[in-house]
């Protein structure tokens, strides 16, 4: 019962913008959008999450549409370091535990 | 700032065996969990710990599984007799509480049964 959906794989050149698309037609009120990435033999690192606005970090920016049915991750200046799965998570208040979908595969190419 | 440690990174251990796994979660982090990644495979939930709460061990695959928190500090995963399919990675990560509170995450133990 997926809450996220995301394509599996997307491919983007080294230097360029990265945006990863995530919908999420059924969130709710209350519920975040988080987003990890993950590295080869690394752990889940997090990226950045937010609510109703757009967010923006050292890392990447959250745009989050106004009726909050699907958001976008914005990596502006991808690097082959960037390479990795990418995790898009709805989370609530009775989701303590986040759970992890398939995410999409980014392959930063030189 | 210190992230969450894990303890060994890497354990070879024969089918039978008992294991130990320790995470050192992020200092003031009251939450934490444990997750299961089998090799080529998304992250399962396992345990998680919230200050004195009891814990939600739901997603404990077997009674060989269990885990034990000191308080909000060091957890330790124990896999009595190991069997080959508990051949994963095994990663801890810990939070302020809340659900607007990121989990971190260590980089895990990888253990094998041979």
């Known amino acids: 019962d997926a809450k996220t959906t995301q394509p599996p794989s997307m491919d983007c050149a080294e230097g360029r913008a990265a945006n990863l698309p995530c919908n999420h037609s059924?969130?709710?009120?209350?519920?975040?959008v988080y987003w990890y990435r993950q590295i080869h033999s690394q752990g889940p690192q997090y990226i950045i999450h937010?609510?109703?606005n757009n967010e923006t970090n050292e890392m990447a920016s959250l745009i989050i549409t106004e009726d909050r049915k699907s958001s976008t991750l914005i990596l502006p200046h991808a690097t082959l370091r960037d390479t990795a799965v990418y995790y898009c998570?709805?989370?609530?208040?009775?989701?303590?535990?986040?759970?992890f979908g398939a995410g999409t595969t980014v392959t930063v190419r030189a | 700032g210190a992230g969450v440690s894990q303890s060994p990174s890497n354990k070879v251990t024969e089918k039978g065996k008992d294991v130990e796994l320790r995470c050192d979660p992020i200092?003031?982090?009251?939450?934490l969990y444990w997750y299961r990644q089998r090799l080529g495979q998304g992250l399962e939930f396992l345990i998680y710990?919230?200050?004195?709460?009891?814990?939600?061990k739901s997603g404990l695959p077997s009674d060989r599984f269990s885990a034990e928190r000191t308080g909000e500090s060091v957890s330790t995963l124990t896999i009595q007799r190991t069997q080959q399919e508990d051949s994963a990675v095994y990663l801890c990560?810990?939070?302020?509480?809340?659900?607007?509170?990121?989990?971190?995450f260590g980089n895990g133990t990888r253990l094998t049964v041979t």
């Open positions: 059924t969130i709710s009120g209350n519920e975040y």
């Open positions: 200092s003031g982090h009251t939450a």
């Open positions: 990560a810990s939070s302020f509480w809340g659900w607007d509170s990121p989990l971190h």
């Open positions: 710990f919230q200050g004195n709460s009891a814990p939600d």
């Open positions: 937010g609510l109703k």
């Open positions: 998570i709805v989370r609530g208040s009775n989701d303590y535990k986040l759970s």
